[in-house]
Nanobody, 119 residues
Framework: QVQLVESGGGLVQPGGSLRLSCTAS????????MGWYRQAPGKQRELVAS???????NYADFVKGRFTISRDNAKNTVYLQMNSLKPEDTAVYYC?????????????WGKGTLVTVSS
């Protein structure tokens, strides 16, 4: 059974920092591209950042320079370090695991962790 379990969300003041973690089980972690998505109330889910099995990273423009994604394959864990947080970063953050195979993709989601940025 595949599980992606996020942790690290919470309430933080504007300008503060949080580190999200996502630990995976039931998959061969090191072959998956791992990503963080977020969904704010009334909005569509959007990509925040991703990291490939080889360590290449991709960021949404709205987090470049503030957020850093990393992975520890030995711990089956992906992280999202979030600095200089803004109220508009408030959302549920979801972990995603993606593996592309010929003609198909395998995708898993975590249940999400809430990040609230407010004074």
């Amino acid at each position: 059974q595949v599980q992606l379990v996020e942790s690290g969300g919470g309430l933080v003041q504007p300008g503060g920092s949080l580190r999200l973690s996502c630990t995976a089980s039931g998959i061969i972690f090191n072959i998956y591209t791992m990503g963080w998505y977020r969904q704010a109330p009334g909005k569509q889910r959007e990509l925040v950042a991703s990291i490939t099995s080889g360590g290449s990273t991709n960021y949404a423009d709205f987090v470049k320079g503030r957020f850093t994604i990393s992975r520890d394959n030995a711990k089956n864990t992906v992280y999202l370090q979030m600095n200089s947080l803004k109220p508009e970063d408030t959302a549920v953050y979801y972990c995603n695991a993606l593996h592309l195979i010929t003609g198909a993709s395998i995708k898993y989601w975590g249940k999400g962790t809430l990040v609230t940025v407010s004074s």
